[in-house]
């Protein structure tokens, strides 16, 4: 039986989740159901549907980036870092401000890092902060090629102007449920993502080959609460939105539609990574982008291929700044609403974290190719917040990044036991027979560092190697770190 | 069966009513010819009735055409493209109404026709009849196939100048011909404007139809 408290915390998500809906959604069906291209029961059903879809079986690569940015480590923190990020959203709505909770969220996860003086990974915020400046331009790309194709294609099939009004429904439909489906898969992540590391629903299993893990659920009730936000509050905006964006033609209107789903596409499946990393073609980053500015790249994008001139660019000077506000406003909010939370309510926002640079510690940085010279002076000292520890370290060795978030990982103290009960009782769905195997060889086992599971199960067999260094190895890699993230969780 | 018409029930059929309008166009065009030249043969109870059959199939496309405006903003097509044909059809209703005008005038008039006019009239009433049949072919490519539109709505265009080449210059044997009393004279510049008018129009209708084909095809 779940904890109500659990309940109540999980609904600043679902809030985030229900204005993603009800915003957001606008910039898949807006212009369509604007300027009544399609009714909004048909654009909302088809919405909803699919963004549950979405979410649900393509959810987990973007919101792995977000928790890579910062782990929120108690449920009270992805509370108010959800709830903030609502608001937010919610405020600059109101204001007219066309924001995405891609950029609110981020603002609050900074927000939480602040506050607990948790280390932010300044890669991983650049990756994300790089893409809210890659995303509209590739859209705008997109949309440009496509528009010209479309176009040509247009003429050259010749059809009449009653059926290609037909056709064009019928595509804006079709490009709104992948829309949809696009949007499920890369904004949950934004809704849920900070719930992940807290997740508190069981795995389940169904018979032998289906489960759902713990995320999968999150997702699915993160999809359902988009779902309500489309159904219940869409409509106002999907219809300024739409009459907004008049000055679009229909094959305007869908290129733009199909652009954006395209963009979120690209920035959320595995698959398309996979397929990429095999081909040996630098992959595209899994992050979380901002449907609204997929969907204002888009038009852009068609309205410089007409000459510009019918581009309002105040308003995109308007949007624009809109998107720098949102962060600092959500990082604020969640800042101020944690201190209540935590002085006030007495309620849990961080879980206490401990972090000890052992001599077994520095020999694991030195191993992973972390300068450790000079390090010696803090051997054996305990941190008690991860900015603090790699402010210590940085200040003895220069530290990139990606160093950090590996010295925070190895140096996070975290005691695992690895029991036949534990064993018997996980999901191994994703183990093979010889990673299973491995585990088992560790039984009676205690870990006082998760990297030491780890280390030791790649001792026994490489199918827990983490390989390192290519694009090739960076699936498999990170295939590997979900299952020890896994097995960090459940031991 | 046509697959796709299972997703297009009700564009197919707004389609198959406005081909339905075309063929009215299209035979009120022949009634018209048929009609005016009995009238210079002399064979007025042909005219009679021929005027009758087209005021007949007038009221069958004015209702013809209320009903598709009526589906039109009922229900299917997307708002720009239903307002756009509604747009076309009011300018395309103008078309039979001037055929009946035209016969009207005749029917109530009864003009006397000069010698030697009958076959310039005729000549006129060629071009106006195949103008309307052009017109016709290009209000159908705009429901059938884009591409097309062009090659008819320039060939409504030649045969206006065709019959704007032989009314000018019988209206110049009208107002030459010092024997014709002037509100003879009146009177037969009324019927030629008349005749002259279906190929006004319908160059205006052509032209309108290749305005919505320049703008639904890009």
Known sequence: MLDPTVLIFLTSGLFLGWSLGANDAANVFGTAVGSRMVRFTTAALICGVFVVLGAFFSGTGAALTLGKLGSVNALGGSFMAALAAGLTVLWMTKLGLPVSTSQAIIGSIIGWNLFSDSYTDISSLLKILSTWIICPLLSAVIAALLFTLAKIFVRKIGVGLIRMDGYTRLALILAGAFGAYSLGANNIANVMGVFVPVAPFPDLQFGQDFSVSSAQQLFLVGGLAIAVGVFTYSKRVMMTVGSELMTLTPLAAWVAVMSHSIVLFLFASERLEQLLANMSLPTIPLVPVSSSQAVVGAVIGIGMLQG???????????????????????????????????????????????????????????????????????????????????????????????????????????????????IASMDKKGLSSIQLDALNQLQGQTFNFPWQLGDSLAEISSEWEVRGGGVKNKLHDRKIKQKLAYLYRNF | MNPLSLFFKKQYAVEDKIQRLLRYLEDMGQLYRGAYEAYLDGNYDDFAQLNEDLNKIEKEMDDLGLQIQMTLMRESLMPDSRDDLLWFLTKLDKVPSSFKHSLGAIAIEKPKIPQGFQDPLKKMLAHTHDAVKALAHATDSLFTDLRAVRQHVEEVGRQESEVDKVEYKLLRTVFENETFELARQYQLKGILKQLGAVTNLAEDVADAVLILATKHSA
């Not at chain 1, 506000?325 to 944690?338: A, E, K, Y």
């Not at chain 1, 006030?344 to 520095?362: A, K, N």
């Open chain 1, 308 to 422: 510009g001139r019918e581009i309002q660019w105040p308003r995109i000077y308007g949007i624009v700044r809109g998107w720098a506000i949102t962060p600092m406003i959500s990082c604020l909010l969640c800042f101020i609403g944690l201190y209540f939370l935590q002085n006030v309510f007495q309620q849990e926002v961080q879980r206490e974290s401990h972090y000890l640079l052992s001599t077994r510690v520095l020999e694991k940085f030195q191993k992973e190719g972390i300068e450790t010279t000079g390090l010696n002076q803090l051997s054996d000292s305990t941190f008690s917040s991860s900015a603090e520890l790699v402010s210590a370290v940085s200040s003895i060795v220069p530290l990139s990044s990606q160093q950090g978030l590996k010295v925070v990982e190895f140096s996070l103290q975290n005691s695992l036991l690895i029991t036949q009960e534990k």
